[in-house]
């Protein structure tokens, strides 16, 4: 277990990275307490947060702009070191990420791009696993201009679950996509989350694409969290089912899209 920042195990750590205390056994892959981040003098972006996500759990954020989202995010990867703040992040030590662009370094080759900064005498064996696992297969030694948007996507995918983390973070990643080629990346993703079991941490702006592809799905509102409600869909989830449609409904109602009674309503007519 890793805290942000002072990458030291198994200690709770407050954002300068000053040991506060031993870590408790908690049983979770992310938990966080009381966490806050300022930008500026005129307010702050998260406000006491409190979060705990379990191993293998896949959790979806939602927040409308300005909320926070990619705040938390940033926060649990340790990106945000030059930012005021205070509170407890307890991460794995081993965590990838994965942007909405594929940030594949375009002077190397797709396989060079996935074993970056692996060791071993069999990072390449195992990055052309990961090739194939994302259905690239064959393409390891394209370059990245040669892929679609989509394939570059993978790519990343690839990247990051060849560490095998035992947290995945996932900023939009699929928003600059086509919305087929975004369906088609729901299922690889869904699929590929429950053969390696990472914990996973979604930002997304995409009500339905929550829905599809999370556990439990948390809305964030002035920097704490507003919701957060488990997602007990049978099977394949469809649009067409009315517990999802009452699922959305009810989150756009949390987003501020749609009233409050409309919410209530659709549950009740569903």
Known sequence: MA?????????????????????????S??????????????????????????????????GRSGSGK????????????????????EVPTNVSVVFQDSRLL????VLDNVVLGLTGKHAQARGRTALEEVGLGGRDRAWPH????G??????LARSLVREPALLLADEPFGALDALTRIRMHTLLRRLCEAHRPAVLLVTHDVDEA???????IVLDDGVVRSDLTVQLRGRRSQADPEFAALRTRLLGELG???DADAVRTEAAS
Do not use: C, M, Y
């Open 257 to 259: 899209v749609v009233d």
């Open 29 to 62: 892959a992310v938990r966080v307490r009381g966490l806050h981040r300022r930008f500026s003098e005129a307010g702050g972006v998260l406000n006491g947060l409190d979060l705990d996500i379990a191993p293998g759990e896949f959790v979806a954020l939602l």
């Open 3 to 27: 805290t942000h920042p002072g990458l030291t195990p198994a200690t709770t750590t407050d954002i300068t990275g000053t040991p506060v205390g031993p870590d408790e056994p908690h049983g």
């Open 211 to 217: 829905i599809v592809l999370a556990d439990r799905v």
């Open 151 to 156: 394939e570059q996507q993978r790519a990343a």
């Open 70 to 89: 990619s705040t938390l995010l940033r926060a649990l990867a340790g990106l945000d070191r030059d930012v005021a703040g205070h509170g407890t992040i």
């Open 146 to 149: 040669q892929l679609s948007g």
């Open 106 to 109: 375009p002077w190397k080759r």
